[in-house]
């Protein structure tokens, strides 16, 4: 039988705290860097906005878009999101995905508005079900993100 000394003790268990340590690190700095891809945008192109007044209260923002996900995007999910200013109250956000501007839209939405004014829509890009991938988007899109807005009373100020 051999004695165990207590700087062999003590020697062990900084050696498993260590590794412990390390691994619990090693997870975290995935876990944040999950984080990043998982919102990484897939918009890269600039937007063009048009202001429709449909009466003295609200008007129509209308605010057009291209969207491209590559062929060997590998992430599930496309987010459409962005902030409304100045909206009139009770009214969706609606977005509108076309492959090509003819034609007519392949995928709809209706989204409320958060408490900070802002919306957000998530949706399927791809699908992996039993090592078999379906993409359902892929390529160049065109995307409308329809607002109702206040109509600008900047006019009424001259007055």
């Given at each position: 039988?051999?004695?165990?000394?207590?700087?062999?003790?003590?020697?062990?268990?900084?050696?498993?705290?260590?590794?412990?340590?390390?691994?619990?690190?090693?997870?975290?700095?995935?876990?944040?860097?999950?984080?990043?891809?998982?919102?990484m945008p897939?918009?890269?192109?600039?937007?063009q906005t048009?202001?429709?007044?449909?009466?003295?209260?609200?008007?129509?923002?209308?605010?057009?878009?291209?969207?491209?996900?590559?062929?060997?995007?590998?992430?599930?999910?496309?987010?459409?999101?962005?902030?409304?200013?100045?909206?009139?109250?009770?009214?969706?956000?609606?977005?509108?995905?076309?492959?090509?501007?003819?034609?007519?839209p392949i995928?709809?939405?209706?989204?409320?508005?958060?408490?900070?004014?802002?919306?957000?829509?998530?949706?399927?890009?791809?699908?992996?079900?039993?090592?078999?991938?379906?993409?359902?988007?892929?390529?160049?899109?065109?995307?409308?993100?329809?607002?109702?807005?206040?109509?600008?009373?900047?006019?009424?100020?001259?007055?």
């Open positions: 039988m051999s004695a165990i000394s207590a700087s062999d003790i003590s020697r062990t268990c900084n050696r498993v705290d260590t590794k412990r340590l390390a691994t619990l690190c090693f997870f975290g700095i995935m876990l944040s860097m999950s984080v990043f891809l998982l919102d897939v918009f890269a192109a600039t937007s048009t202001v429709l007044k449909l009466d003295d209260e609200i008007s129509l923002e209308k605010t057009v878009t291209v969207m491209s996900i590559p062929e060997n995007n590998t992430l599930p999910w496309g987010t459409v999101k962005g902030k409304v200013n100045d909206p009139f109250q009770g009214y969706p956000v609606i977005i509108q995905i076309f492959k090509s501007v003819e034609e007519d995928h709809v939405a209706q989204v409320n508005l958060k408490g900070d004014d802002s919306f957000e829509y998530k949706f399927r890009v791809l699908s992996i079900d039993e090592g078999n991938i379906t993409h359902f988007f892929e390529g160049d899109y065109t995307v409308k993100i329809f607002k109702v807005i206040n109509t600008s009373r900047g006019d009424l100020d001259s007055a």
